[in-house]
């Protein structure tokens, strides 16, 4: 099955400095890649994804980038902000057959320092 | 719209026990998917739901876990018996359509501790 490794477990950046958390995968099936923001108590919130036919996307002060044949992609915040605090998941999936469920990170802590 | 819709958001409950989650999805969402999600970690795909029909189990302890959706909309998952270990979020997720890879909305989740 699918495994997915995330870097760093824990970051910590100056306010309007850049953050990059980073993923591998495993599975050359996998097709689709989510990055999720989840805040304390509440359930994930996707952010971003991008699908493996681009090798970048970009939203405002978030950009994601995938590179299938390292099979790894990141995630890249700009001018960061403190509402940015949180812990971000990355994401993959093989889609095709039915089954989709997302196979997760562990997970990157992201604190933003004032 | 309405988001997916999760309760109890927290439980108690002493290990052997048994205890079940409800999970109302997004209005026309076809597809259901329930993960749990261990502390410090990321969330782990138990069950997949198509309609009333499941897609993806293969990561559900069967022998003390099990989930129904029988009318293809709410769903509920139990577990029982409990063990101490299953202490984590269950999250709720729900997706427009399956077959092809598309956003996953998650509820708030309900936090069970097993003690």
């Known amino acids: 099955g699918e495994n997915v490794e995330q870097h760093p477990s824990t970051l910590s950046v100056q306010e309007g400095d850049s953050a990059v958390i980073k993923c591998t995968y495993s599975?050359?099936?996998?097709?689709?890649f989510p990055w999720y923001k989840q805040e304390l108590g509440k359930g994930p919130q996707l952010i971003i994804d991008?699908?493996?036919?681009?090798g970048e996307k970009k939203d405002q002060r978030i950009a994601v980038t995938l590179n299938k044949t390292a099979k790894h992609f990141s995630l890249h915040i700009t001018e960061t902000q403190p509402e940015d605090s949180a812990v971000y998941f990355c994401a993959a999936v093989a889609s095709g057959g039915g089954a989709d469920g997302l196979t997760f990170g562990k997970g990157t802590h992201l604190i933003i320092q004032p | 719209e309405a988001g997916v819709a999760q309760s109890p958001r927290y439980k108690i409950i002493e290990k052997r026990q048994s205890v079940a989650f409800w999970c109302n999805p997004i209005?026309?969402?076809?597809?259901l998917y329930w993960y749990q999600q261990i502390l410090g970690q990321g969330p782990k795909l138990l069950i997949q739901f198509q309609n009333n029909g499941v897609v993806d189990d293969s990561q559900l302890p069967k022998d003390r876990f099990s989930a129904e959706r029988l009318k293809g909309v709410d769903s509920t998952l139990k577990i029982q018996p409990a063990k101490l270990e299953d202490s984590a979020v269950y999250l709720c997720a729900s997706s427009p359509r399956t077959g092809t890879s598309d956003t996953q909305y998650f509820g708030p989740g309900t936090r069970l501790t097993v003690l």
């Open positions: 209005s026309g969402h076809a597809t």
């Open positions: 599975d050359s099936a996998s097709n689709y």
């Open positions: 991008i699908r493996s036919n681009v």
